[in-house]
């Protein structure tokens, strides 16, 4: 599975940012997706996770309430529409595919996409 992370940006504080992550593989639907971010310095954290049919969703508590996690199985493409942007949501962005746990975790994690930097200025 290859995992391809697009969107990221520099954006003010209160605006919006959508990420795309786009995934190989031809059982794209089965997969359990999700977002998780590192800030410099932090660990890694989950942000947002989706489930195959995308009818399921888990959201951080930092998060919940302005950003919303989607997938399009047809396009083997996941969201992560970002609204209300704070500096503290400044991290590098990762798309991930877990096929065992739901929800997903950083700890059972199977792939891993490349990074999208995400920052938000005061």
């Known amino acids: 599975v290859q995992l391809q992370a697009s969107g990221g940006g520099l954006v003010q504080a209160g605006g919006s940012l959508r990420l795309s992550c786009a995934a190989s593989?031809?059982?794209?639907?089965?997969?359990?997706m999700g977002w998780f971010r590192q800030a410099p310095g932090k660990e890694r954290e989950f942000v947002a996770c989706?489930?195959?049919?995308?009818?399921?969703?888990y959201y951080a508590s930092s998060v919940k309430g302005r950003f919303t996690i989607s997938r399009d199985n047809a396009k083997n493409t996941v969201y992560l529409q970002m609204n209300s942007l704070k500096p503290e949501d400044t991290a590098v962005y990762y798309c991930?595919?877990?096929?065992?746990?739901?929800?997903?975790?950083?700890?059972?994690?199977?792939?891993w996409g490349k990074g999208t930097l995400v920052t938000v200025s005061s």
């Open positions: 593989g031809r059982t794209f639907s089965n997969y359990r």
């Open positions: 991930a595919v877990d096929l065992r746990s739901w929800p997903i975790s950083v700890a059972t994690i199977d792939y």
């Open positions: 989706i489930n195959w049919s995308g009818v399921s969703t």
